[in-house]
């Protein structure tokens, strides 16, 4: 079973139809246990750093997700969900984010804010991503302390990792929920993965 995090910030509704349209048995949950269980875990989101982190916190699922990211079972984050997994966000000063990933969160310096819309995505092999395009909506961007995790670029104002993955975490900046086919394709290589 995948188990899609519902901290109350993001589209999970968005998520469980892209999985259903692939015909993939998915709960959106925030129980501790299901998500322990799960054989797959996805963690959307949309909106603050700070804001994620505390529902989080409040849900008490902040030791659940380090225990499952430990796990060596397959995880996705998403948007928020991926900037979440690194240590610190210019969004939120003096918040802690989940930490598992080493690196920070910087607010892009050029162009207009939020990037809202479709940009081009340059996989740096090897990848689960093909060169495409995805749906984006963000402000900020990752900056992993290991240039070897980011597994694609995308360019706004500057170029910056928007795909990461590390052992079974995989992480995007874009939307593949709102990335119609391109989007699709990337969750069938990541459920197989």
């Avoid at 509704?13 to 709960?27: H, P, R, T």
């Avoid at 659940?64 to 079972?73: A, F, I, P, W």
Wanted: net charge negative; aromatic share 8%.
């Amino acid at each position: 079973m995948i188990a899609i995090i519902d901290c109350g910030i993001g589209n999970v509704q968005s998520v469980k139809n892209a999985l259903d349209c692939l015909g993939v048995e998915s709960v959106i949950t925030s129980s501790a246990s299901n998500i322990g269980a799960a054989d797959r875990v996805v963690l959307p989101g949309v909106g603050a750093f700070g804001a994620m982190m505390e529902a989080l916190r409040e849900k008490g699922l902040i030791e659940v997700l380090k225990d499952y990211l430990s796990s060596g079972k397959p995880f996705l984050g998403i948007c928020l969900g991926m900037q979440a997994l690194f240590e610190t966000s210019e969004e939120s000063p003096g918040v802690s984010g989940l930490g598992v990933l080493k690196g920070s969160v910087q607010k892009f310096n050029l162009g207009k804010v939020p990037q809202m819309g479709w940009n081009t995505i340059l996989p740096c092999p090897p990848s689960l991503l093909a060169k495409g395009y995805g749906y984006f909506a963000n402000s900020y961007y990752v900056v992993p302390a290991d240039p070897a995790i980011v597994t694609a670029t995308s360019e706004y104002g500057c170029s910056f990792a928007c795909t990461v993955e590390s052992g079974s975490i995989t992480a995007v900046q874009f939307h593949p929920e709102k990335s119609g086919d391109y989007g699709l394709q990337f969750l069938e290589r990541w459920l197989l993965c």
